[in-house]
């Protein structure tokens, strides 16, 4: 799959944001990406219309940051690029209901993640072009980057290109929203999509939360206390990822002690063993052969039982009650809780 990677790294002077000249993007949602991409390409320059539901609660954020709200049927029929940027679970009822009646030949649809279109929940027409800008990073981020001169790295892809001119206006989107400053690599919805979904099951999400879980339960059935357990499986995780982010793993190994190093270079392939390699690798098999999309359509058609049960379950798990317990008696660690929840938006 390699093949499929182009290392081709794009930044501003690659781009001719002259693309996005005399063109209306209509963004659609004013979630965590609407907000960031709609403010981002507002001060580019860009012509920006952000769609919304009459009765939607972001319609006053959006008019008081200064921008022009339509309904989203308005939005699409004033636009000639279309940002799907409402959660992916409505984007299939969005696209039947404001965007496809508004499609004019040569408009673009542009996506942040490809799970719709890979798996065929959206089919668009053949008469323009699908395009991904995928910023990878949450929204707050993009906004903030933006806003500080710095960049949000992102990825392109290219699904349709019916007017010839996909990419370099997909790059003139990116170079809009700030990530052409960071670097934006090309890919296709395929691999953003297998690899996005893969990476917040097996390890980002679904891994890291399961591992802080288990090694906590671990410690506590064996009769420590859960505030110890809190810190050592939890809290620290903060400070062992950072180190990562700055310096790769060997900037983890280089700060922590050398016992530390050596119990975790023995002990590390003996919990994370074989079998949860065989584990990922079922996980990964499911993203590729469509199990997983279709579970989830399906769940959210029958309103999400396991979904709310789930959610509740993880919310009502001793470790977080003990962590609220904790952080609250932590100084430094409520200017980080203001930020994390005004990052939330
Ligand atoms: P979100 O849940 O934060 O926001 C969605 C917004 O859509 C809401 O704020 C609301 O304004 C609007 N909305 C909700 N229901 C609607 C409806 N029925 N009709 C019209 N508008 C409606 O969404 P998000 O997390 O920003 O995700 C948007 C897209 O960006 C998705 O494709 C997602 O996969 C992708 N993405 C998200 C992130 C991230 O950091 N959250 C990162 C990369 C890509
Ligand atoms: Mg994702
Ligand atoms: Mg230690
Ligand atoms: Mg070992
Ligand atoms: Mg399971």
Redesign the pocket.
């Known amino acids: 799959m390699t093949d499929e990677f182009n290392t081709e790294i794009y930044y501003d002077d690659d781009v001719d944001e002259s693309y996005l000249a005399n063109t209306t993007v209509a963004v ?7 907000h960031a991409h709609a403010l981002n390409l507002h001060e580019s320059g860009v012509d920006v219309i952000v769609g ?2 009459e009765d ?1 609660s ?1 319609r006053a954020a959006a008019q008081e940051d200064g921008l022009t709200v339509e309904t ?1 049927e308005e939005a699409c029929a004033q636009a000639d690029v279309i940002s799907v ?4 679970t ?1 984007q299939p ?2 696209y039947e209901n404001a965007i496809e009646p508004n499609l004019e030949e040569g408009n673009t649809l542009q ?3 490809g ?1 719709n279109i890979h798996y065929n929940q959206i089919q668009p027409p053949e008469h323009v072009d699908v395009t991904m800008i ?2 990878k ?3 707050h981020l993009v906004r903030r980057n933006y806003e500080s001169d710095e960049g949000t790295p992102g990825l392109l892809a290219i699904y349709q290109d019916y007017t010839g001119d996909a990419k370099e206006r997909a790059l003139a989107y990116g170079k809009g929203i700030g990530c052409t400053r960071a670097g934006v690599v090309e890919t296709t919805f395929r691999e953003e999509t297998e690899t996005d979904i893969f990476g917040e099951q097996a390890v980002l999400c679904g891994g890291i939360a399961e591992l802080i879980k288990v090694g906590y339960e671990t410690l506590v059935d064996a009769g420590y206390s859960p505030e110890m357990a809190y810190f050592e499986c939890m809290n620290e995780m903060k400070l062992i990822v950072d180190l990562m982010y700055e310096g790769g793993l060997g900037a983890m190994w280089d700060s922590v002690s050398d016992t530390a190093e050596y119990g975790g270079l023995t002990r590390g392939d003996d919990v994370i063993d074989d079998h949860v390699r065989e584990n990922m690798e079922e996980v990964l098999e499911q993203v590729q052969n469509g199990e997983f999309a279709t579970e989830w359509i399906a769940e959210n058609q029958a309103n999400r039982p396991v979904y709310t049960q789930l959610n509740q379950a993880e919310k009502d798990h001793e470790i977080e009650e003990v962590g609220e317990r904790l952080r609250a008696l932590f100084a430094w660690e409520e200017s980080e809780q203001e930020t994390e929840s005004d990052d939330e938006r």
């Open positions: 659609l949602g004013y979630g965590s990406q609407g919304l539901r939607s972001s989203p940027l409402v959660p992916d409505v009822t969005v996506f942040a993640h799970f995928a910023p990073s949450p929204g």
